[in-house]
T-cell receptor
């Protein structure tokens, strides 16, 4: 069990470009979450997957944002036509699911995005 | 709409002191509440998860309590150490879904 991994760890892009981030959850974890965090704030929920199904999506996730989790394993988060306001840390978390302590969320190290 | 508030925003204490961090939430219909620790520039580390039916959870020097009716949780840290310096975040998951709402955190500095 190597924990939740995210790739890349850092990304610098120019405004208007598309970027894609990847998250590999802990194996056998059914639930996967994406968050965005800006300096001095707690993480903001973006979206949630139960296996391959995207069950909840924040209104923060505009039509420029899309997330997938094909086959219920790794997940990708794509941002199209990036804006400077998209600069943030993007965090992924996973949990086993099934109630009680199985709902504990384990976080990856995050991908720091800077849009110039 | 669930809102989570953490007080204080920052705290500086001498090593060895016992301390309490506070978290309040506006909607008592929660599924669980979690406390996390975050070191600068890093991801979050889970500390404790309290189910809605529980009153408290303990792990080592940490004790978290939950009072759903008043919309409050506290994280008690005993005998603080410089290595406890970090930002502590609480998060709630509402019943009926898995959207997780975080507070802004309490930034703790423990002086040696």
């Amino acid at each position: 069990d190597t924990g939740v991994s995210q790739d890349p760890r850092h990304k610098i892009t120019k405004r208007g470009q598309n970027v894609t981030f990847r998250c590999d959850p802990i194996s056998e974890h059914n639930r996967l979450y994406w968050y965005r965090q800006t300096l001095g704030q707690g993480p903001e929920f973006l979206t949630y997957f139960q296996n391959e199904a995207q069950l909840e999506k924040s209104r923060l996730l505009s039509d420029r944002f899309s997330a997938e989790r094909p086959k219920g394993s790794f997940s990708t988060l794509e941002i199209q036509r990036t804006e400077q306001g998209d600069s943030a840390m993007y965090l992924c978390a996973s949990s086993l699911g099934g109630g009680a302590l199985r709902e504990t969320q384990y976080f990856g190290p995050g991908t720091r995005l800077l849009v110039l | 709409k669930q809102e989570v508030t953490q007080i204080p925003a920052a705290l500086s204490v001498p090593e060895g002191e016992n301390l309490v961090l506070n978290c309040s939430f506006t909607d008592s219909a929660i599924y669980n509440l979690q406390w996390f620790r975050q070191d600068p520039g890093k991801g979050l580390t889970s500390l404790l998860l309290i189910q809605s039916s529980q009153r408290e959870q303990t792990s080592g020097r940490l004790n978290a309590s939950l009072d759903k009716s008043s919309g409050r949780s506290t994280l008690y840290i005993a005998a603080s150490q410089p290595g406890d310096s970090a930002t502590y975040l609480c998060a709630v998951v509402n019943t009926g879904g898995f959207k997780t709402i975080f507070g802004a955190g309490t930034r703790l500095f423990v002086k040696a």
